[in-house]
Nanobody, 119 residues
């Protein structure tokens, strides 16, 4: 099993910065990608950024140039550096890990951390 623990959420003013972290534990040898998703009240969960163990990244259009995802493959820790935050970035941010084991795809999710951008 894979367990994900997120931290770093909080309250920040517009234009400010925040850094989220996600620590993965458990059976991690088959994990090939990790990422961040977010969900605002009444809205669908959406992808923010993902990164593979090889370092390939994908960003949602609404965060390009503002957010940066990084990782440490040795311990499967991922970070999301969030700059120039806007009120519309307010959401619960979830860490995600994907793995392939015995030819099957598995997804794992953290508990979520609240990010609030408000003056």
């Amino acid at each position: 099993q894979v367990q994900l623990v997120e931290s770093g959420g909080g309250l920040v003013q517009p234009g400010g910065s925040l850094r989220l972290s996600c620590a993965a534990s458990g059976s991690l040898s088959s994990v090939y990608a990790m990422g961040w998703y977010r969900q605002a009240p009444g809205k669908q969960r959406e992808m923010v950024a993902t990164i593979t163990t090889g370092g390939s990244t994908v960003y949602a259009d609404f965060v390009k140039g503002r957010f940066t995802i990084s990782r440490n493959n040795a311990n499967h820790t991922v970070w999301l550096q969030m700059n120039s935050l806007k009120p519309e970035d307010t959401a619960v941010y979830y860490c995600n890990a994907e793995e392939v084991e015995d030819g099957h795809l598995y997804e794992h999710w953290g508990q979520g951390t609240q990010v609030t951008v408000s003056p």
